[in-house]
């Protein structure tokens, strides 16, 4: 089944340095072995992937806290644990490589949710892509969503319906 999700936007405004919150707009599909595949159709505006977070939410709109189901997607170090779902990650630290590869290796089990950075520009932009393994490998199932937020507002600027 295939799904487009557009995201709404009602006065997101970062006033500090008069800017808003991009939008987000996403395609979603799912392959045979139930794994989603949402692809980044348009931003708004480009900006670093250090800049977003992800939430995996269940049908209730709560987050899903059993594994890797919200965080950063760039592979980056917060308050001294590494974080992120980049498997494209191609930074020299050894680190923040090993984290790429666990989550690129994983069944989705562990890290539900991973990110490919498609043209390798360091942005979330078109063609970027996410990936969420449903029943046969991860939690997430039919009526969930993958929100994306801002950190810089704490807006979210897009969510993909997993149908």
């Known amino acids: 089944m295939i799904f487009l999700v557009s995201a709404s936007f009602v006065g997101c405004m970062d006033l500090e340095q008069g800017e808003s919150a991009p939008i987000a707009t996403f395609f979603v599909s799912q392959d045979s072995a139930n794994v989603y595949h949402i692809e980044v159709i348009k931003v708004s505006k480009q900006e670093d992937l250090r800049g977003f977070s992800f939430f995996l939410k ?53 890290f539900p949710v991973h990110f490919s950075d498609n043209d390798r520009d360091g942005m979330l932009s078109s063609s970027d892509e996410f990936l969420v393994y449903g029943p046969d490998a991860g939690p997430a199932q039919e009526g969930w969503k993958l929100d994306i937020q801002f950190d810089a507002t704490g807006d979210i600027i897009g969510s993909a319906k997993l149908l």
Not at 62 to 88: L, P, R
Request: charged share 25%; net charge negative; aromatic share 10%.
């Open 58 to 110: 269940d049908e209730s709109g709560s987050t899903y806290v059993g594994g890797n189901g919200f965080g950063e997607i760039a592979m980056q170090f917060v308050s001294g644990e590494e974080w992120g779902i980049d498997i494209t990650y191609s930074g020299d630290d050894e680190q923040l490589s090993n984290r790429a590869t666990n989550v690129s290796d994983d069944d989705g089990s562990q």
